[in-house]
């Protein structure tokens, strides 16, 4: 089993910045892969980037190229998703998702954040 818990949303000004914070726990933190997540009133869940074991990213939601940046600490079990030029659409709850294979096996409890303009 995998614990992961979120932390770092809170509410920010349009162009301000955030960093969400991801931490796991229950199982080697190396051979696991990680995802962030987000999920607006209304909308569907959707996948924004990935990190591999080795580090490696790839961005899935084109509105968050360039801005959103995901990064992993292995020694500290941690997963980073650094959050720049927020707009007010980008206000959601965000989940971190962790796989060992191909499916998203486990999720964080989520973290709200919230734009203003």
């Known amino acids: 089993q995998v614990q992961l818990a979120e932390s770092g949303g809170g509410l920010v000004q349009a162009g301000g910045s955030l960093r969400l914070s991801c931490a796991a726990s229950?199982?080697?933190?190396?051979?696991?892969?990680f995802g962030w997540f987000r999920q607006a009133p209304g909308k569907e869940r959707e996948l924004l980037q990935r990190v591999s074991w080795s580090g490696g990213t790839a961005t899935y939601a084109d509105s968050v190229k360039g801005r959103f940046f995901t990064s992993r600490d292995n020694a500290k079990n941690t997963v980073f998703l650094q959050m720049t030029n927020l707009k007010p659409e980008d206000t959601a709850v965000y989940y971190c998702?962790?796989?060992?294979?191909?499916?998203?096996?486990?999720w964080g409890q989520g973290t709200q954040v919230t734009v203003s303009s």
């Open positions: 998702a962790a796989t060992s294979g191909s499916d998203w096996n486990y």
């Open positions: 229950g199982r080697t933190f190396m051979t696991l892969a």
